[in-house]
């Protein structure tokens, strides 16, 4: 295995003039940025916001929602278990401290051409799998290839511009890049999970299993009762529990998923101490529902931490696949008829901000008129555009009054080809109600949709409320077979490949993507590509403006609403180092403290 140096020298790396170059002409460095050097150098002894002194032990319980049918997170099949990541080690680990940055994990040097044709990891010799096998090149080589071919549509989208994979030797591996140009690309495949070969040699990696599936991470699976329970256990003898990575985490010994039907039997679960940890994603729940014994006697803790990743888009997403949605006028028409003030008036306790961009609580949200740069990218495709891209400002500028919004509605729809009869908006071309259902798996939702029914069903549009259980929700998500759900399209600090999801043609008609609108825009498609190709953080701010813009002025979803920051509860049993990272939660640096678990469990025995 090469000789691993610094870091700091990955910038001559990216910054090298293009130009063909051996292996060995390239520096080994330690971990990639996407923009700019690593913040920590090689041979660190431990990220920034853990306790390298952690003590280890205990046990976490979570509440998870539904149910669960699958061991097997990567495929299209089945509904796979909450927690299942944790089994598996990727080739770089990022670092919550920074935008994008990936360490290496399983791979202990990397190296990257200055053309950015190729990339080549050298894994670590002490790597294992759970059952004492190397981790070697080879399980790379199987991991990319059977997640690209019989895994997750995500994963062909994620890796679409990787032309080849060779074995370099036993410990080194090789990727082949294409000419998309994404910057990110070297970065994205070191966050492939990689599985042991030899575990699925003779085994169907497409059928739902419930076994406890092996990988060469921090937790193996333990316990496994379907629909109900998966429990995970620290392994003693993780292969890598000594690295800078990951000193101070992994140091809870037990977590535990139970599975329930409705979130308001979580809440009461994690009030009678069934569960340690909750991601309160109620703001009523949050403002009333926490005033119980426990909290007042100091034993449960509530935390607000800020959130320092792009809010992204949460919206009742309208399924372009459906002729209804055909008509811009008809979309944004639907849009009007969503009242956030009083919904956050009397249901959020004024918690949320309404959302409005794809890229929102970013440098990345357009605004105003579009710039110069911006210009450059969508003048191409003039013809194919509104006006409005190019002519009105953003923020979409609409009534404050709903009254006056639907007004504005009504006008739509009359200039779409519809009119009201015995007030029910027709189809005068077909003679058909325009009639819409929203497609839920809580009912936690159904007060933010009814909201929006009633005010739709004022001029004419007849719509319900569908709660199916998640299953069904799952398959029908994948089958496409829904006029609206409630979506979301999270949002990296540096997004990249994972936007050809979200919005490209080629994903629109394939099961279980997340192209859940159902786009096919040529003008869209190549505005992600921009995106990704982006050479430098103001190309790709201004390239993600570009495509912020278009989607906005398409009227595809709803935009509901965003709180910049994660709300939690805790029983008071945990130790976790301040300040929180930046860019994400990292529950994998909390601890059990024993002295405050034993107070807790004692008052739950003596109840």
Do not use: C
């Not at 509104?386 to 006008?411: G, N, S, T, W």
Request: charged share 25%; glycine share 6%; proline share 7%.
């Amino acid at each position: 295995m090469r000789h691993v140096v610094t870091g700091l020298l990955l910038s001559v790396v990216l910054n090298s003039p293009l130009q063909a170059a051996e292996p060995e002409q390239v520096p080994t460095v330690h971990a990639l940025a996407l923009f700019g050097d690593p913040a920590l150098p090689a041979g660190f002894d431990h990220l920034p916001h853990v306790n390298p002194d952690a003590p280890r032990g205990g046990s976490m319980s979570q509440a998870a929602l539904g149910s669960f049918d699958s061991t097997n997170p990567f495929i299209v099949r089945g509904t796979p278990a909450s927690g299942l990541m944790q089994v598996y080690d990727t080739l770089l680990e990022s670092n919550p401290n920074e935008p994008f940055t990936m360490y290496g994990l399983l791979a202990g040097g990397i190296r990257l051409d200055p053309d950015r044709r190729w990339v080549e990891f050298d894994l670590r010799p002490e790597a294992r799998f759970q059952d004492g096998e190397p981790v070697l090149a080879d399980d790379v080589i199987f991991s990319f290839e059977t997640l690209t071919t019989k895994g997750s549509p995500f994963y062909r989208a994620y890796y679409a511009d990787v032309t080849e994979v060779v074995a370099v030797d036993r410990d080194t591996v090789r990727f082949e890049l294409g000419e998309s140009e994404s910057r990110e690309l070297p970065l994205i495949i070191g966050q492939m999970p990689v599985l042991p070969s030899h575990f699925w040699a003779d085994r169907d990696f497409e059928a739902v299993t419930r076994d406890p599936l092996i990988g060469s991470g921090p937790y193996r699976i333990v316990e496994v009762s379907p629909g109900r329970r998966i429990v995970y256990q620290r392994d003693e003898d993780y292969w890598g529990r000594d690295l800078g990575l990951n000193r101070g985490r992994y140091n809870i010994d037990r977590l535990e998923y139970d599975y329930y039907r409705d979130q308001s039997i979580t809440l009461e679960a994690f009030k009678a101490g069934l569960i340690d940890f909750r991601a309160e994603s109620s703001a009523s729940n949050w403002a009333t529902a926490y005033d119980f014994p426990a909290l007042q006697d100091g034993l449960v803790k509530q935390m607000v931490v800020p959130d320092g990743q792009p809010a992204g888009m949460q919206a009742f997403v309208m399924n372009q696949r459906e002729p209804k949605f055909a008509d811009v006028r008809v979309r944004e028409a639907i849009t009007l008829a969503f009242d956030f003030e009083w919904l956050n008036r009397n249901l959020f306790y004024g918690a949320y901000e309404a959302t409005d961009s794809y890229f929102e609580n970013s440098e990345m949200e357009a605004s105003g008129l579009p710039t110069e740069e911006e210009l450059a990218l969508l003048s191409p495709w003039r013809s194919e555009l509104p006006a409005r891209v190019f002519d009105e400002p953003l923020p979409i500028e609409q009534p404050d009054d709903l009254r006056q919004r639907l007004y504005k509605a009504m006008d739509l729809l009359r200039a779409a080809g519809y009119e009201a009869r015995d007030g029910v908006m027709i189809n005068t071309a077909t003679g058909r109600p325009l009639n819409i259902e929203i497609l839920l798996y809580s009912t936690q939702f159904e007060r933010i949709a009814q909201p929006l029914l009633r005010n739709l069903s004022r001029i004419g549009i007849q719509g319900r409320v569908r709660t199916v259980d998640v299953n069904q929700y799952l398959n029908r998500l994948r089958s496409f077979d829904f006029d609206m759900v409630v979506g979301s399209f999270p949002q990296s600090a540096n997004p990249g490949n994972e936007q050809r999801e979200f919005w490209g043609s080629e994903y629109a008609d394939r099961p279980q993507s997340r192209n859940l609108i159902g786009l096919k825009s040529p003008v869209i498609d190549a505005l992600v590509d921009d995106l990704i190709a982006a050479s430098s953080r103001q190309a790709m701010d201004t390239a993600a403006h570009a495509l912020d813009r278009v989607l906005r002025w398409g009227f595809y979803v709803v935009p509901q609403y965003h709180l910049a920051a994660y709300r939690i509860a805790a029983w008071d049993k945990f130790g976790y180092h301040q300040p929180f990272p930046e860019y994400m939660l990292d529950l994998s640096s909390w601890w059990v403290d024993p002295e405050r678990a034993r107070v807790i469990e004692n008052r739950q025995r003596n109840r």
